[in-house]
C-alpha cells in the first residue's frame, strides 16, 4: 500500500475539520480559510502529481544552486519513475526555531514509510503564540546530507514568507519523493533513514537563511 493511501483517512479528517464553519472570532474564521486553502492546494497536487515552484525567492533559490532538495517541475519526470519496492526507507520530521521566533513549530507524523520512486505527503503545523503578527520564513535540512541530491520536494513551504496573525494556526504540507537512484549511491548502501528537518526564522531587514548541509557541500 502506498504512503499516500496510508494517510487518506487522516488527511480527509484534517480536511474536513478545516472545511467546518460556525460561529467564532474572525482569527478563527481566517485560521479556518488559511488552512483550507493550503489542503486545497495539496488536494491539487495530489490530482496531478505535480505543481510548479511559485514563489521567486524559491525559485532563484532553486536556480541559483539546481542540486538536489529543490521543487520538481518536469511532470515526465514524476509520471515515469519506478518504485524500487526492496528499499523502504524511513522518513522522519524534525522542527525547530530559530533564536527570537514565537511560533510553535512541529510535524505532525513522526515519520513516514516510502519507496524511493514513490511519492509522499507529510505536514507540519505552526502557530503564532503572540498577541501581534509574525513573519515567519523557513529553511530546511536533510540529513544525512549525501541524501540530500535525491531528496525532492514537489510542494513545501521552505523559502516562502509565512505572515500569521495574533494566535492563527495553519497546516502546511510537504510533497516529495525519493529519487530511485538513491539506491544506486555506494555512500548510501546501508542508510534506510532520512531525517527532514524545518528551521523557521522571523523574516525581517537584513536575514541570511542558511543553506541546507548538502547544498553548502556542493558549493564547496
Given at each position: 500500500?502506498?504512503?499516500?493511501?496510508?494517510?487518506k483517512a487522516?488527511?480527509l479528517?484534517?480536511?474536513?475539520?478545516?472545511l467546518?464553519?460556525?460561529?467564532?472570532?474572525g482569527?478563527?474564521?481566517?485560521?479556518r480559510l488559511?488552512s483550507?486553502?493550503?489542503?486545497v492546494g495539496?488536494?491539487?497536487?495530489?490530482?496531478v502529481?505535480?505543481?510548479?515552484a511559485?514563489?521567486p525567492?524559491?525559485r532563484?533559490?532553486?536556480?541559483a544552486?539546481s542540486?538536489?532538495g529543490t521543487?520538481?517541475?518536469n511532470?515526465?519526470?514524476v509520471?515515469n519513475?519506478k518504485?524500487?519496492?526492496?528499499?523502504?526507507?524511513t522518513v522522519?520530521?524534525n522542527?525547530?526555531?530559530?533564536a527570537n521566533?514565537?511560533?510553535n513549530?512541529?510535524?505532525?507524523?513522526?515519520e513516514?514509510?516510502?519507496?524511493?520512486?514513490?511519492?509522499?505527503l507529510?505536514?507540519?503545523?505552526?502557530k503564532?503564540?503572540?498577541?501581534?503578527?509574525?513573519?515567519?520564513i523557513?529553511?530546511?535540512n536533510?540529513?544525512?546530507?549525501?541524501?540530500?541530491?535525491?531528496?525532492?520536494?514537489?510542494q513545501?513551504?521552505?523559502?516562502?514568507e509565512q505572515?500569521l496573525?495574533?494566535?492563527e494556526?495553519?497546516?502546511?504540507?510537504?510533497?516529495?519523493?525519493?529519487?530511485?537512484d538513491?539506491?544506486e549511491?555506494?555512500?548510501?548502501?546501508?542508510?534506510?533513514?532520512i531525517?527532514?528537518?524545518?528551521?523557521f526564522?522571523?523574516?525581517?531587514?537584513?536575514?541570511?537563511l542558511?543553506l541546507?548541509?548538502?547544498?553548502?557541500?556542493?558549493?564547496?
Open positions: 500500500m502506498s504512503t499516500l493511501l496510508r494517510m487522516g488527511f479528517g484534517a480536511l474536513r475539520r478545516n467546518a464553519t460556525g460561529p467564532g472570532r482569527g478563527r474564521q481566517d485560521h488559511r483550507t486553502v493550503y489542503y495539496a488536494i491539487g497536487v495530489l490530482a502529481g505535480l505543481t510548479y511559485a514563489v525567492l524559491y532563484i533559490f532553486c536556480q544552486y542540486y538536489g521543487t520538481v517541475t511532470t515526465k519526470d509520471e519513475m518504485k524500487v519496492k526492496h528499499r523502504e526507507i522522519r520530521f522542527a525547530d526555531r530559530g521566533m514565537r511560533w513549530f512541529k510535524p505532525q507524523q513522526s513516514i514509510k516510502v519507496f524511493p520512486g514513490e511519492t509522499a507529510a505536514f507540519y503545523k505552526a503564532n503564540s503572540t498577541e501581534f503578527p509574525v513573519t515567519g523557513s529553511t530546511y536533510v540529513v544525512p546530507f549525501e541524501a540530500g541530491q535525491y531528496f525532492n520536494k514537489i513545501c513551504f521552505c523559502f516562502e505572515l496573525n495574533p494566535h494556526e495553519v497546516d502546511m504540507p510537504v510533497f516529495f519523493y525519493i529519487d530511485p538513491f539506491t549511491d555506494p555512500r548510501l548502501e546501508l542508510v534506510d533513514t531525517i527532514l528537518s524545518y528551521t526564522f522571523e523574516a525581517k531587514e537584513g536575514l541570511k542558511p541546507p548541509s548538502f547544498l553548502k557541500a556542493h558549493a564547496s
